[in-house]
């Protein structure tokens, strides 16, 4: 926002009317000759335009725009800035995102699971202003997209960047919940969560989800697993990333809710299943409700004189009016 340190100063402005009326119209400057006679057929007589009758009023508008960048400098211009500190740190999320290619699964709105598990998650991280979150990524493989930040762009950007297949073929729960819970170990908040979201069993890594749910538990972290997907069968299609061709058929397996409760209990969280995308979005809102602690903010306001902007354009306006003035129309100032 901005603000007039010393806004009085504008009340200058109300004399440039007056100021361009006795530097430009005043007849008594000897500037301007009346002729008191017209042409035949009532024609008056009218100096031509010329280069030089265009510079000099350009001259002449350079001149008075500088003059009043200066009034506006003085006035003390300032652009102010307020700054939230937080006093506490809030909640540190891992989102745990599954990227295996049963979540191109068509059964979930409007796209597939996929895509409706990404526009719900977004919509999380942006309500968790005062939150680290983070996010990994997985399928085969496990990787970390964003450590715990209060960057959230970043951290939909990477989420907006993940596609399906992108760390392999397979489901690495286990490995993808160590990697979660290594990265929020070495935090100093007070409360600490996962969200597991996945429509698969673990069949991939080398550290089974029972065992990575017991050595988050042991840290103070709570995992909260989502199951999303409907029962039975559902239409499937996804491109794989290898060879760019494209793959349909039925899926008829699901995520096991039993392992996915396991886990939850394991750490004090809670087990969820989404069978739809508003389903999801409902699980997200508990979620959110639930994982709430006490925050306190404070504001600080700073202040950014910008009145050396408006005195560096009006100094070179007015140069340039000079310049144009000796150089160029050989008029004197």
């Known amino acids: 926002m901005w603000v007039l340190e010393r806004p009085a100063y504008l009340l200058i402005l109300l004399l440039v009317p007056y100021l361009v009326y006795l530097r430009h119209h005043r007849r008594s400057r000897g500037g301007r000759i009346a002729f008191p006679f017209t ?53 540190d999320i891992m989102i745990v995102f599954d990227v295996s290619p049963t979540m191109g699964a068509r059964d979930v709105q409007p796209v597939n699971r996929m895509e409706a598990a990404r ?64 990265h929020l170990q070495g935090t100093d908040a007070q409360e600490k969560i996962i969200i597991l979201l996945t429509d698969g069993v673990n069949n991939a890594g080398e550290i089974s989800p029972e065992a990575a749910a017991e050595v988050a538990g042991g840290m103070g972290i709570r995992i909260h697993t989502i199951g999303i997907g409907t029962e039975g069968e559902a239409e499937i299609e ?17 995520y096991d809710p039993e392992a996915l409760r396991r886990i939850a209990d394991l750490t004090g969280g809670r087990f969820f299943h989404a069978g739809g995308g508003g389903t999801l ?42 310049l144009v003035r000796r150089l160029l129309v050989g008029v004197a100032p």
Do not use: C, K
């Open 281 to 322: 979005e409902a699980v997200f809102n508990a979620i959110s409700t639930a994982e709430t602690t006490e925050r306190r903010v404070r504001v600080q306001v700073h202040r950014r004189p910008q009145h050396q902007i408006f005195l560096i354009i009006a100094l070179v306006l007015l140069v340039v009016d000079a």
């Open 119 to 182: 526009g719900v998650v977004r919509r999380f991280v942006e309500q968790r202003e005062y939150d680290h979150i983070g996010l990994v990524g997985f399928s085969r493989e496990a990787a970390l997209r964003v450590p715990p930040t209060l960057n959230h762009n970043q951290v939909i950007e990477s989420l907006d960047n993940l596609y399906l297949m992108q760390f392999g073929d397979g489901t690495a729960i286990g490995m993808a919940l160590a990697l979660a819970s290594l």
């Open 238 to 254: 996804f491109v794989n990333p290898e060879d760019g061709r494209t793959y349909r058929g039925t899926l008829r397996e699901g």
């Open 39 to 91: 042409f035949p057929q009532g024609a008056g007589f009218r100096s031509p335009v010329t280069v030089r009758v265009v510079l000099l009023r350009l001259s002449h508008l350079l001149f008075w725009a500088g003059f009043v960048l200066l009034i506006v400098a003085a006035a003390g211009p300032t652009r102010t800035v307020r700054e939230r500190v937080f006093l506490t740190r809030g909640i």
